[in-house]
């Protein structure tokens, strides 16, 4: 039983790898001023990009809690830096979820960590939340920022209630997908954990 409690080393390897989840999709994130169409194509790049060190992660999760907390530091710093709070259960259950499906498979089975990290990607999803649910405001608030009308129209002709299923969806297929990207780049760490 002991040694299934979360220690020090655990919370930092959490801490760290939220960290650099973060500066991934800063860097994307920074991307998206360019064009809205970029906005939308966060749940392909974000999963990708992020499939590296996400899957270094995996390596060193062996107990329950871990991508669970890391979800709750992900939506506690959306919250932060702007994001609001309404994408944040979006967030946390997805976390929730991940971590019990990579659990099942006794955080060693490929397969499971394949689905896992699909459906934790789907937090990146959460940054539409705002744009979906309150979208009026939302878009007003872009307009007081600078945002030109037609950055707004074709942000919500590409974010809006009809397509957040379709994104949904493309997030959790490249979440899956990026699984296998890095895996390739480290597998020599999955070999070491025992991970097949």
Not at 4 to 33: N, P, R, S, W
Not at 154 to 174: D, E, H, Q, Y
Not at 177 to 186: Q, R, T
Request: aromatic residues 12%.
């Amino acid at each position: 039983m002991e040694k299934k409690k979360l220690t020090a080393k655990d919370f930092i390897t959490v801490g760290i790898f939220t960290a650099i989840i973060l500066v991934v999709e800063f860097a994307c994130g920074i991307l998206g001023y360019i064009h809205p169409y970029i906005v939308a194509s966060y749940v392909v790049m974000i999963p990708l990009a992020g499939s590296i060190p996400m899957m270094l992660f995996y390596s060193k999760v062996e107990k329950f809690g871990m991508i669970t907390i890391m979800s709750i530091l992900i939506a506690i710093m959306m919250f932060l830096l702007g994001m609001g709070y309404l994408g944040a259960p979006l967030v946390v259950l997805a976390g929730v979820i991940a971590d019990l499906i990579a659990k099942s498979g006794g955080y060693k089975s490929f397969k499971k960590i394949v689905i896992s990290h699909g459906i934790f990607c789907l937090w990146v999803c959460a940054n539409y939340i705002p744009v979906v649910v309150t979208a009026k405001s939302y878009r007003q608030g872009l307009l007081d920022e600078g945002y030109s009308a037609e950055y707004c129209d074709n942000l919500f002709r590409a974010v809006n209630s009809k397509t957040l299923a379709v994104l949904l969806i493309v997030c959790f297929v490249f979440g899956c997908i990026g699984a296998f990207v890095g895996k390739a780049v480290v597998k020599k760490h999955f070999e070491k954990a025992g991970i097949v």
